[in-house]
């Protein structure tokens, strides 16, 4: 089962330096990767998503790596702004018929000015 | 301009009575969802409908009910039954292939006096 706590893991940053936010995931069977970034009291957003078949995919400011071998998925963001300050969630996705998303507890990400 | 649309985005309700929470899209998808959120978790899935007049129970459906008579809507009730209903509830709708990535609404705050 999924594990639950009052407490979402934590990440302050400095403005302007990079951020790096981990995810392990536990489905090898999963398609797709996704992160979504969670603005407070807002629904969330696709960022970027990864196909199971790579191991790296680059956005705007943000880069997302897959390691399949220890079932580890990160998110970098480069020059962290004001503006990134949020929740971000990974998600896996297995399709074939009903895609079911399954999404992890997510990291606050806390941007120092 | 597409997009989901919850409604509404507070909603207090005493203990004992039910609740509806609506949630249209025009974005012409197929599939759409309903989360739960709670403070520092994941989102937990009550309740998909991947076509018009089919609907699946999803992680944490007991106490919810749902239906789906049209595309464009998918509302939640919230019944006496559900134990702890005060969360931040969330809809979600996708094109139900390719990444499953998800386009959510606003969310709806339901409180339990």
């Known amino acids: 089962g999924e594990s639950v706590g009052l407490h979402l893991p934590t990440l302050s940053v400095q403005e302007g330096d990079n951020s790096i936010i981990n995810c392990a995931y536990s489905?090898?069977?999963?398609?797709?990767f996704i992160w979504y970034k969670q603005e407070s009291g807002k629904g969330p957003q696709f960022i970027i998503d990864?196909?199971?078949?790579?191991d790296k995919r680059q956005g705007q400011r943000v880069t997302v790596l897959l390691n399949k071998t220890v079932k580890h998925l990160s998110l970098q963001i480069a020059a962290t702004q004001p503006g990134d300050s949020a929740v971000y969630f990974c998600?896996?996705?297995?399709?074939?018929?009903?895609?079911?998303?399954?999404f992890g507890i997510g990291t606050k990400l806390q941007v120092i000015p | 301009d597409g997009g989901i649309t919850q409604s509404p985005k507070y909603l207090f309700r005493k203990e004992g009575q039910n609740v509806t929470l609506s949630c249209e899209q025009n974005?012409?998808?197929?599939?759409m969802y309903w989360y739960r959120q709670d403070p520092g978790q994941g989102l937990r899935l009550i309740y998909y409908?991947?076509?018009?007049?089919?609907?699946q129970k999803g992680d944490i459906a007991e106490g919810y009910s749902v239906s789906r008579e049209k595309k464009e809507s998918f509302p939640l009730t919230v019944t006496s039954a559900q134990k702890n209903p005060t969360a931040f509830y969330l809809c979600?709708?996708?094109?139900?292939?390719?990444?499953?990535?998800?386009?959510f609404g606003e969310g709806s705050r339901l409180t339990v006096l």
């Open positions: 489905n090898s069977a999963s398609d797709y």
């Open positions: 990864i196909r199971s078949n790579m």
């Open positions: 974005l012409n998808h197929d599939a």
């Open positions: 409908s991947q076509i018009v007049n089919d609907f």
């Open positions: 979600a709708s996708s094109t139900g292939v390719g990444t499953g990535e998800l386009f």
């Open positions: 998600a896996e996705n297995r399709s074939g018929g009903y895609q079911k998303v399954t």
